[in-house]
């Protein structure tokens, strides 16, 4: 396959999300609006309705070897950011065949509630994962979506 997808290798009713510099691509439903960053992909749904999902490479040192040992570290940063964290539920879950978890809860941000899933794995050094965030009002109008979108991502050959 070539470098470089074009919009037109996007699965029907997807746009390419991801840019050039990172080493995947994420694409999300066409009426989702893209956040343009070098660092890590991004989009929301509308102004409206915060709900959201972002990929994100994370170069991870030798004494994170296992994803619960990234899920860990991960956890504890995060219970300093947000407050009433629920009890996380864990399952099997692939990225492009790599096999990989999915991570569920909900947690606080100030008053605001919001539901998590993040899906993750490792490859080549690197934590691969694509955060699904929403709100208790509109999560469940956007969990098919966020299938599509985790079925969808592929890694740059």
């Not at 959201?52 to 170069?59: C, G, P, Q």
């Not at 606080?108 to 965030?133: H, M, P, R, S, W």
Request: some cysteine; hydrophobic content about 30%.
């Amino acid at each position: 396959s070539s470098c470089s997808k074009k919009e037109s290798d996007a699965p029907s009713g997807m746009k390419l999300a991801s840019g050039d510099n990172v080493d995947y691509y994420m694409y999300v439903p066409e009426a989702w609006r893209v956040d343009k960053s070098d660092l890590y992909t991004s989009a929301n749904y509308s102004s409206g309705d915060p709900t959201s999902i972002s990929a994100t490479a994370y170069a991870i040192s030798s004494d994170i070897p296992t994803l619960d040992d990234w899920w860990k570290a991960f956890e504890k940063e995060m219970k300093t950011v947000y407050s009433d964290v629920s009890k996380v539920e864990k399952s099997n879950a692939k990225l492009d065949g790599v096999k990989g978890k999915e991570f569920s809860f909900t947690a606080k941000l100030g008053e605001q509630k919001y539901n998590f899933i993040i899906t993750a794995v490792i490859k080549d050094y690197y934590v691969y994962y694509i955060t699904y965030t929403s709100v208790p009002e509109y999560n469940e109008n956007h969990l098919e979506e966020r299938t599509q979108v985790v079925e969808a991502f592929e890694f740059k050959k």
